[in-house]
């Protein structure tokens, strides 16, 4: 191991030991720590001219916070986002940092304002996630990691320029250096003019780098691409890493050094760019975890992932999002993470809200948090159920979005997939019913959304092609999933046609275990398991052109 590594590894190892003690010896005094920061929040927020606005009482207890602040989503905060990012008043006494993208159409981005208050919350998860990590797996010590880009469309990366964050930017600064020392991939990839570049690079470092260690990612589909990049571009890739030059891409590249490995160019010169557990082992032989989603719609792909690395150990991720983060691993579940916002859940059987300690195994809810980005009670859009419960803290299991689909993170909403429906320009004859999302869309194991639709007198090569294009322009207006197609996690939307559609579609929702008089026809499904072929011939399928 080189002594980098070592110094890194050691220095941040002890660094963050002190918050994984105190997260689990405040495990037993949950309610006191939630509502001290309660108490904290309302003082910084109470001060400021937004706080006045709503008469914030600094001395409110939990139980009146919740009667007198009502419950948000992102609309509730957008005027007053848009105008503290042209200098306006802040939502809360704390200077902001960066405003962070998330979801939202290419026109209308939602922005987040990362204040040091806000990044000090998330260090308070990050710590005591990266103490027990080091605890738990001690060969990750042995080598460099790589830990995945916030990434952005290529389409976006000029208008984004400066807020392409990768996840290091999560840390305090200080433990940022530490943990720079132990990176495989140098942060100045996310530079390139696009995705593909991006990735190209990424590859690059990653291939030369035979100490990698952890390879922690959010989608498990991000790394799958990412190796069906690795066998596609293996010649390509052999060329820069024996020559120590981008080629063709260096123009993209040009703020981006090129790795120099003759040794590891001559492994890939030699695969057969065959996708097998025994060359990556060869590869990365010292690889000893990866991290990724591995719930809800997830699972099918982390599966995947794990069968080609079987000797590697897999840990998944909690909910972090980039309102804030709810839980994060430890110990073999996934708990709340109490001492970084406050949080609140709503029962998602009865609607009501509850604090955090008085949670019950096996009840569904969704969270409402109030963070240091000045976001107040803000409901978000996932359901989780509480498996566990370590002292008064509650663990959950992530059941997937409350509000729409998310097969690899592009979040869609049944609203905005009817409404990209509705403004369809269909023939005569065809009536669209429902996007249905699929583990494998197009038959070669790929995820992705197919629109069912009914045509009366049939319908042509031609018009089903029309009609997907136009529902995939629609979708591309949507900020992750434009990213998901970007980064080939997704493939492009497929359009079937029958005569007999609709009766086709309540059969199969029926033989689901449906009951009859229940069934209807909604704007956006996800059937898990769910075969194309099983429910229409695939001659029938036409996609994209």
Known sequence: MSLRYSLGHGVLSRVVAPARLAFEHQCQDMESVQRRKLSSLLRAVAETPFGRRRRIDPDWSFEQYAGNMPETGYDHWRAAIDEQRLGGASLIASPVQR???????TSAIKWLPYTKRFL???DQAICPWLGDLYQSYPDIRGGSHYWSLSWVPTSMRKELKGQINDDMKLLSAGKRLLASMTQSVPETVASADSSEDSRFATLAWLVADES?????VWSPTFALTMLDDLSRWRDEL?????SGHFGARAGSLAGVRCPRAVQRAAMLRHWDGRQSAAFYSILWPKLALISAWDTASAAVWAAKLRRLFPAVAFQGKGLWATEGVVTFPWQGHYPLAFRSHVYEFADAAT????????????QEVVPLISTGAGLLRYRMSDRLRVDHLI???PCFTFLGRDDGVDLVGEKLSSVLVQQIIDQLDCPVDVQPLTLLALDNSNGKGA???VLLAEAIHGSTV????????????GLLESFHYRLARDLGQLAPVSVVCREDMQQCYMSYCQKRGMIDGNVKIEPLRYWPGMKLTDMVPDDTLQGVA
């Open 99 to 105: 405003y962070q993208p998330t979801s939202g159409s």
């Open 120 to 122: 000090a919350e998330l």
């Open 212 to 216: 990698l260690a952890v390879m922690s």
């Open 238 to 242: 052999a060329d820069c890493l024996y």
């Open 351 to 362: 609607g009501e809200v509850l604090p955090p300690w008085k949670l019950e195994r096996s």
């Open 391 to 393: 002292g008064q803290v």
């Open 447 to 449: 995820p992705g959304y």
């Open 462 to 473: 031609m018009e089903r092609r029309l009609l997907a294009r136009q529902m995939e322009d």
